[in-house]
Nanobody, 128 residues
Framework: VQLVESGGGLVQAGGSLRLSCTAS????????IFWFRQAPGKEREGVSC????????AYADSVKGRFTISSDNAKHTVYLHLNSLKPEDTAVYYC??????????????????????WGQGTQVTVSS
């Protein structure tokens, strides 16, 4: 399983970015897809979760109402739309997956179980 993130960059506070996670050689419906992030000196934290390509979702409280996860099954790609960005959103953002575990997995379990496969990450920097 190979995951490749893209779309990171430098943006001013209040701005927007769209991160992409492209998965090689597998169907999104077979996996739970996560976005995590890690800021310097901080632990990695779960940001968003999507059960399959169109199942339940979950978001960290710190990003609810600002970030949205979506997918394009035909392109094997999951997106994370980052809006109203704040300097505290600065981090390396990682895409990760684990085997599909039902439509309601994300809404019921969120980030409880660690993913099995990770991408290399993409840097997001928000200036004040």
């Amino acid at each position: 399983v190979q995951l490749v993130e893209s779309g990171g960059g430098l943006v001013q506070a209040g701005g927007s970015l769209r991160l992409s996670c492209t998965a090689s050689e597998f169907t999104l419906d077979d996996y739970v897809i996560f976005w995590f992030r890690q800021a310097p000196g901080k632990e990695r934290e779960g940001v968003s979760c999507l059960s399959g390509s169109a199942g339940s979702t979950a978001y960290a409280d710190s990003v609810k109402g600002r970030f949205t996860i979506s997918s394009d099954n035909a392109k094997h790609t999951v997106y994370l739309h980052l809006n109203s960005l704040k300097p505290e959103d600065t981090a390396v953002y990682y895409c990760a997956v684990r085997p599909y575990a039902g439509y309601y997995y994300c809404s019921h379990y969120g980030f409880t179980d660690p993913p099995d496969y990770w991408g290399q990450g993409t840097q997001v920097t928000v200036s004040s």
